[in-house]
């Protein structure tokens, strides 16, 4: 008897994995990972694309806000696509290949710069030694940004700033106003909106540095699209057509898609 149990055990073991391992195959996973913003609540994110995704066949949604935890998925190949930021992904591109094949769009662009700044007072770059940066991205992605504004002659420089870690670019750019930091690391976008809802903070500053332009954040896989990937890439690229996909897209940064 026990025999018995023992061998139907397992073989209800047996038919529960091919159950999950058929699931997990069945459908897309499409992986959010965006080092320059720090979305406040990942939960409300993952349902509102899950619903509307499942709405158009067997696609699911992962946002990840641990960059050791995402690059492990994609080095697994666990997801299908990828959802990240251009200069992220430049990063990533030195561990594993990654092609764009969608380019998130704002307002009609595809491109925008990180730009540094600071109170008109602060004229100088070296006047940044020891100094406090406040930026909404990792401290590590942070310095990297930093060595693009500033080149690797202020290594020293950059290693004496601390980075003060903010919920958002907007934040960022209040906390120079307010006297938290002596500087900040914002897109141009955000910038400009600090020029709309704070004028007088916004006049207040000047930029010290800025990044190349890069596109905003894109849509990457690892190999070939196959049908199911496609048809994925074709429903993220409509949502801005929807009002809630557009709404959607809005809580990544962007109003919409354009294929590469």
């Known amino acids: 008897m026990n025999r018995i149990f023992v061998v139907f055990f397992i073989f209800c073991l047996s038919l529960t994995s091919i159950f999950w ?4 195959h069945a459908g897309v996973t499409i992986c959010f990972y965006n080092p320059e913003t720090n979305i406040d609540n990942f939960a409300t994110l993952r349902t509102n694309f899950d619903d509307y995704l499942s709405k158009a066949g067997e696609f ?16 697994q190949k666990k997801c299908h696509i990828y959802l990240l930021s251009s200069w992220y992904l430049e990063t990533l591109q030195q561990k594993v290949s990654l092609k764009i094949v969608l380019i998130g769009t704002y307002k009609g ?5 990180k730009l540094l700044s600071a109170k008109k007072e602060l004229s100088d770059i ?3 030694k020891n100094t406090t940066v406040a930026s909404a991205s990792s401290e590590s992605y942070t310095r990297s940004v930093l060595e693009r ?3 690797i002659k202020n290594k020293a420089l950059i290693e004496s ?9 907007m934040e960022a750019l209040l906390a120079v106003g307010y006297g938290v930091a002596t500087a900040a690391i914002s897109t141009e976008g955000s910038l400009a909106k600090l020029g709309l809802i704070n004028p007088s903070q916004s006049q207040q500053l000047h930029t010290l540095g800025a990044t190349e332009k890069n596109y905003f954040l894109v849509a990457a896989t690892s190999d070939k699209p196959n049908k199911k990937q496609m048809q994925a890439l074709e429903v993220l690229e409509k949502m ?11 809580l990544l940064g962007i109003d919409g898609w354009t294929s590469k």
Request: glycine share 6%; hydrophobic share 35%.
């Open 161 to 169: 700033i601390k980075i003060f870690k903010v919920p958002r670019d």
């Open 21 to 24: 391992s058929t699931r997990s």
């Open 60 to 75: 699911n949604f992962q946002p990840f806000d641990d960059e050791k935890v995402f690059e492990e998925n994609v080095m």
């Open 109 to 113: 662009n595809t491109t925008q710069s």
């Open 126 to 128: 070296s006047m940044l």
């Open 149 to 151: 504004m500033l080149g």
């Open 240 to 250: 801005a057509a929807n009002s809630t996909g557009g709404k959607n897209l809005n």
